[in-house]
Every structure is written in structure tokens, then in C-alpha cells.
């Protein structure tokens, strides 16, 4: 399946779910830029796509720090130099810092509301002048279940944040439907990935605990809920927020 020929994609964070979601789009015919504020990060993923047959000609990287709406600016000017038009953003930067609130330091909360929901923002604002003057974009924003419901284990400092980010989808859907550009974000459950897996086992088990589907995610789930709705299948759909997360209701 071709959905994405001809289509500029721009992933913000080099992490697994960037990783498997440029694989999947590129699969389908995509150019796709990432960004990351490592170089390490940058260097990792840049060699497992080269590594899995695609060069610079339909793959970039760029230095962007999402804290920054400066770099976010920057790095769709570079996209657009090098490509000529952005036409998906899918914002998958995020970190953990999952403590109690009493345990919680200030530096703490702050990372994460910086990164997880400030990022998102910066990285929206950065591609909708460019999506506007096409008249054509795909928004695509990593929440949580975190941030759906209470969570054993799940800090409030990124509850707060993915709770914010499909507050983004919602308004932005309604926002910038007049200019055939969709607004949405994926809410992913306990996924196998690098992240998550950096936890404690105890914290795993609190998080997972609960999903009817006897599996943690794959980082293919995630990816091919973002090729859906940053496609024109989805292209009807907008200020949606999509579970992906094995069946957990709570």
C-alpha cells in the first residue's frame, strides 16, 4: 500500500516509536524527516533506516529541541528546503518521570510538561503556517492512556501533560478543519519499547496490569495507527483521540 507517495513527513524524536513509525511510513512511499535534540538518537535511527535499504534521498535528520519553538521553526524550514512542503507531523517526542506527587521534584514536573505537552505545541505551531498555505496537512500527537485515566504507577506530572495533548487534538481539529488539516493524536497503552522497559519490573507490572489482549504493545501498533490517521483514509477524521492499548478501561 502506496498511501503515502509524494507525502513529507516530519517525526519530532528519534525514540522507538519514531523509529517504527518512519519504517512504516517510508514502507508506504513517504520522505521522512526526523528530529531529536541528541545527535546520539539522530545517528541510532539514521542507521537502522539506512541499515534497512533507504538513503538521504528520502531520509533527513535534524537537531531540534521541541522545548524551543525556534528549533521546531528551523527544522521545517529545513525539511522544506530540502523537500519543498511538509505534509505530516508526527509528534513523538516525549520522556517518563514517573514518581508520587509527594516524591516529585520541581525540575521533575517541569521536563516533562516541557517535553510532552510545550513540544507538541511548538511542533504543531511550527508546521501549520506551511500546512495552511497548502491547504492540505496530517497532525498526528502521541498522548497516553496516562492521560485518559488514572493509571497505578503513572505520575501526575505526565498524566497532566498527555491529558493536555488531546486537548490540543480536540481544539486544533476544530481550528484548522477549514484548512484540510486534521488534528488528532494516538493514546497508546503499555508498549515493549526502550522507555518503557527502562522501568522498574514492579512499575511494568502496575502499568500493564489490566490489558485484555495478554500482551504488552508492539511499536508496530502505535505505527500503523499513525499511518492511518496522518493518511488520507483518515482524511474525514479529525479532533479524535485513538485507544491503542489491548483492551484497558481504566
Known amino acids: 500500500m502506496e498511501r503515502y507517495t509524494n507525502k ?4 519530532t524524536g528519534a525514540g522507538d516509536i519514531a523509529g517504527a513509525t518512519a ?26 533506516l539506512k541499515e534497512a535499504g533507504w538513503g538521504e534521498d528520502r531520509v533527513m535528520t535534524v537537531q531540534c529541541d521541541v522545548r524551543k519553538l525556534s528549533d521546531c521553526e528551523a527544522a521545517v524550514a529545513a525539511v522544506k528546503e530540502k523537500w519543498g512542503r511538509v505534509d505530516v507531523l508526527a509528534a513523538t517526542a516525549g520522556i517518563l518521570r514517573h514518581f508520587p506527587i509527594d516524591e516529585m521534584t520541581e525540575e521533575q514536573w517541569q521536563d516533562v510538561v516541557d517535553i510532552n505537552l510545550t513540544g507538541v505545541y511548538h511542533a504543531a505551531k511550527a508546521v501549520v503556517p506551511t500546512m495552511k498555505e497548502q491547504n492540505y496537512g496530517r497532525i498526528v500527537l502521541i498522548s497516553s492512556i496516562g492521560g485518559r485515566t488514572g493509571r497505578p504507577g503513572v505520575g501526575v506530572n505526565y498524566a497532566a501533560a498527555k491529558a493536555g495533548v488531546n486537548g490540543i487534538a480536540m481544539c486544533l481539529g476544530y481550528e484548522l478543519g477549514p484548512w484540510n488539516i486534521t488534528v488528532n493524536s494516538v493514546a497508546p497503552g503499555p508498549l515493549k519499547g526502550k522507555m518503557f522497559l527502562s522501568l522498574s519490573q514492579d512499575k511494568v ?46
Open 8 to 11: 513529507i513527513v516530519i517525526i
Open 205 to 250: 507490572d502496575k502499568l500493564s496490569a489490566g490489558v485484555r489482549i495478554p500482551r504488552l504493545g508492539e511499536l508496530d501498533d502505535i505505527a500503523a495507527a499513525i499511518a492511518y490517521l496522518g493518511s488520507d483514509d483518515a482524511s474525514w477524521t479529525t479532533g479524535e483521540v485513538l485507544d491503542v492499548n489491548g483492551g484497558l478501561q481504566y
Open 23 to 48: 519504517k512504516r511510513l517510508l514502507s508506504e512511499g513517504a520522505c521522512v524527516a526526523l528530529t531529536d535534540f541528541s545527535d546520539k538518537a539522530l545517528e541510532e535511527v539514521s542507521a537502522m
